[in-house]
């Protein structure tokens, strides 16, 4: 089996978490990035052909991937290949859809000699045993499955929903249905047959230019009784909104989180820092938190998770927040319920997160409605500002400082020149 994964999405619902990098690329659980979990699925399930389609702001994807190192995917034969859109070539364009992409990509499909083609996202936390899926797709005797996990019904709508009968197949597919009587949600991980796969692609692509595996492919297989639906009971998390990513982040912390990052024999990869060791010095207080390699405490910090070289300065405080690599917390600031990106300053004697939640964001009040403050990459806070809560702030590309003045909840200081 060869596995294929699509990591170029644009994932606006992150805010300013993208608005420097690919979703799959977007840091979690402080060392990790969000596509370090679908990679290590990969290799623990002795899966040693990987492709990666990327597209949009894919830099800082392409440079964590490397050549594919901390994977051990770094080989002669086979191994890891990253694929980008081949603007230049007759006929090809931006991928218009996730099957549009494989499409694209269709003269790959064909020089494999694999049997079956496993298609994954990026941008998805979990751990699975894809050999598992791939027993049940040959047992099944379907060309094509797709795996699917139980949701509460209030969250049926965000996703793509199957009707399985009792025999496993998939009887109906409706995409973010209003109401439905099944809770079987889609995944986005697919097993085809390869020459199975490549008819379909070939076949839908003459009707749909923006060609989807969620629109177009798995509707025209359930009607034609080509799928079955594998159930999955393990954890699985869609980041798909700064909420569902804060708080899978702050849930790490509980007393026994979903994710179990002691177990050696399931250790997730990714590429590795050569920050110093953490000091915590003696006049700090640190409670229930992930400290990554590199930190400098000297403050207070409480239910929080600090990346890799995150200074808290003395008399500084974290609580309820995420900070991301290289950030520095000066001394008597006060951050709390908040998300502060790569990079990022902030001042003496600041207060960053502190304020009522019943006012949501002006500018994105969809995205940020519930109690949290959003700092974008390499932003500089003057010493003594205050920011309310539900806040988005992002300093200029150019010199990442924002102007002086307190921002009130809702509020938001965004440069001219980052995009959201």
């Known amino acids: 089996m060869a596995a294929f994964i699509l990591a170029g999405g644009v994932g606006k619902r992150l805010s300013l978490l993208?608005?420097?990098?690919?979703?799959?690329?977007?840091?979690?659980?402080?060392?990790?990035?969000?596509?370090?979990?679908?990679?290590?699925?990969?290799?623990?399930?002795d899966i040693m052909v990987v492709?990666?389609?990327?597209?949009?702001?894919?830099?800082?994807?392409i440079r964590h991937l490397g050549i594919g190192k901390p994977w051990n995917l770094d080989r002669l034969k086979n191994g890891l290949h990253i694929l980008h859109p081949r603007?230049?070539?007759?006929?090809?364009?931006?991928?218009?859809?996730?099957?549009?992409?494989?499409?694209?990509?269709?003269?790959?499909?064909?020089?494999?000699?694999?049997?079956?083609?496993?298609i994954l996202s990026g941008d998805h936390v979990y751990n699975m045993d894809y050999r598992e899926f791939l027993d049940f797709h040959i047992g099944a005797g379907k060309p094509a499955s797709l795996a699917v996990i139980d949701v509460p019904r209030s969250m049926c709508r965000e996703f793509g929903i199957a009707t399985?009968?009792?025999?496993?197949?998939?009887?109906?597919?409706?995409?973010?249905?209003?109401?439905?009587?099944?809770?079987?949600?889609?995944?986005g991980i697919y097993i085809f047959?390869?020459?199975?796969?490549?008819?379909?692609?070939?076949?839908?692509?003459?009707?749909?230019?923006?060609?989807?595996f969620g629109k177009h492919i798995i509707p025209e297989l359930v009607l034609r009784g080509k799928i079955s639906a594998y159930r999955y009971s393990g954890y699985w998390l869609d980041i798909g909104t700064l909420k569902s990513y804060y708080r899978a982040s702050l849930a790490l912390l509980a007393d026994r989180p979903h994710l179990d990052f002691d177990n050696r024999e399931r250790t997730i990869l990714t590429v590795p820092d050569d920050n110093p060791p953490t000091l915590i010095s003696g006049g700090s207080n640190v409670k229930r938190s992930l400290i990554c390699n590199g930190c400098f405490v000297g403050g207070s910090v409480a239910n929080?998770?600090?990346?890799?070289?995150?200074?808290?300065?003395?008399?500084?405080?974290?609580?309820?927040?995420?900070?991301m690599h290289g950030c520095r917390i000066k001394k008597g600031a006060k951050v709390m319920d908040s998300i502060i990106d790569k990079m990022s300053i902030v001042g003496r004697a600041c207060t960053i997160g502190k304020g009522r939640n019943s006012v949501p964001n002006k500018l994105q009040p969809a995205l940020l409605d519930f109690g949290l403050t959003l700092v974008g990459r390499k932003t500089i806070i003057p010493d003594g500002t205050r920011i309310g809560t539900n806040c988005l702030v992002s300093g200029s590309v150019k010199s990442g400082r924002i102007p002086a003045g307190d921002i009130e909840d809702g509020g938001n200081y965004v440069a001219s020149d980052v995009t959201i």
């Open 164 to 187: 399985v009968d009792s025999g496993g197949r998939i009887t109906g597919f409706e995409e973010k249905p209003l109401r439905t009587d099944s809770n079987l949600a889609s995944m």
């Open 87 to 118: 603007l230049g070539y007759e006929g090809a364009d931006w991928y218009k859809g996730t099957a549009d992409a494989m499409f694209q990509n269709i003269s790959v499909l064909k020089k494999l000699d694999h049997e079956y083609i496993l």
């Open 51 to 61: 492709h990666v389609l990327t597209q949009y702001i894919s830099r800082s994807l």
């Open 18 to 45: 993208t608005s420097y990098r690919a979703k799959p690329a977007v840091p979690f659980a402080g060392k990790y990035r969000i596509i370090d979990f679908t990679l290590t699925n990969c290799v623990r399930s």
């Open 304 to 323: 929080s998770i600090l990346s890799p070289g995150v200074i808290v300065e003395e008399g500084a405080v974290v609580e309820n927040s995420i900070i």
């Open 193 to 212: 047959d390869r020459n199975f796969l490549i008819s379909v692609l070939e076949g839908l692509r003459q009707d749909f230019q923006d060609l989807d």
